[in-house]
């Protein structure tokens, strides 16, 4: 089970990607939102559930998709159970900052292109450090459905950045 903390658009192209992927996809996809309403429509056109609050989605879910701006990242972790495994979309937020905030979870910083909505995507994944191999092997097959997945030293994730935002428009 993954559980979006986040509708936005990259959430939904993960979700729409995971939706269409033939194989290795979730079971299931829980969603939440700050009150837009994006999560029960995205819920509704990916075949997934909106739940009411991010505890009930942690409580629920394998892998936690953090798909929320970088200024909510506080917020949000300090009123969180602790994840089983977090994979994180923030751009902008090392994965030092963001194993300090999830402390007992397993912490995996992503960087996806927007690709990923047709299963032909690429998601940079900064060298996690100290994540359980089950789990990480759980992730990699987990991305590997709708993406290329390509591992880099969390220093170089910026530059990733960059290349993921603007390499669509360029195709």
Known sequence: ????????????????GWANAEED??????????GSGRATALAAEVGGRAVKGNDDLVRQSDFVI??????????????LP????????????PLA????????????????NLGVEV????????????VDEEILTEARKLLGSIASVHELPDSNMDVATAVMGCSPAYF
């Open 1 to 16: 089970v993954v559980g979006f903390i986040g509708s936005g658009n990259m959430a939904a192209a993960m979700a729409r």
């Open 82 to 93: 602790a994840p089983r495994a977090v994979l994180s979309l923030l751009g902008a937020t």
């Open 119 to 130: 299963n032909k995507g690429v998601v940079c994944m900064a060298e996690p450090e100290g």
């Open 66 to 79: 953090l798909a929320v701006k970088p200024a909510a990242l506080e917020t949000v972790a300090r009123e």
């Open 97 to 112: 900052d963001l194993v300090e905030r999830f402390p007992g979870s397993a912490v995996i910083r992503l960087m996806p």
């Open 25 to 34: 996809s979730p079971s299931e996809m829980l969603f939440t939102d700050s």
